[in-house]
C-alpha cells in the first residue's frame, strides 16, 4: 500500500518540517529525502509508533528521526524531526503539533 505524505501546515501557512530540513546538512537532507520515499512506498518498518505518533528512526550521524502521524489509512502527516540528543524535545512539540491539527481538523469538520 502506497501513502500520501504530507507536510503539518499550521495556520500561518507554515511548516514546522520544511524549517527542520531546510537547516540540515546535505548528506542528512539525502538520507531524510530517502526515508520520505520508502514511506510514500509503504514502508513504515522503521518507524515505531506511541502517544499518538510515530519517530522513524535513521541510523546515520547524530541518530536522526522524523516525526509523523497518521491521517486514515493512507495519510502520513510529518511533523518535523530532530536527533537523538534533542529526541524528548522533539517528541513533546510533535505531540502537540498533532493536538493542534487534530483539534483544527475537528473544528472544520463541525462547521461544515
Do not use: C
Amino acid at each position: 500500500m502506497t501513502h500520501q505524505v504530507q507536510e503539518l501546515l499550521l495556520e500561518d501557512g507554515s511548516s514546522p518540517y520544511a524549517d527542520w530540513f531546510n537547516a540540515l546538512p546535505i548528506d542528512v537532507a539525502i538520507k531524510i529525502t530517502v526515508a520520505k520515499v520508502r514511506m510514500q512506498q509503504g514502508n513504515l518498518s522503521n518507524v515505531f509508533w506511541f502517544r499518538g505518533i510515530g519517530e522513524y528512526k535513521i541510523n546515520h550521524g547524530a541518530g536522526w528521526r522524523i516525526y509523523l502521524a497518521r491521517d486514515g489509512l493512507q495519510i502520513i502527516i510529518l511533523l518535523g524531526g530532530g536527533s537523538k540528543r534533542t529526541q524528548q524535545r522533539d517528541i513533546e512539540h510533535a505531540i502537540t503539533l498533532w493536538g493542534s491539527y487534530k483539534t483544527r481538523k475537528s473544528k472544520k469538520t463541525k462547521k461544515q
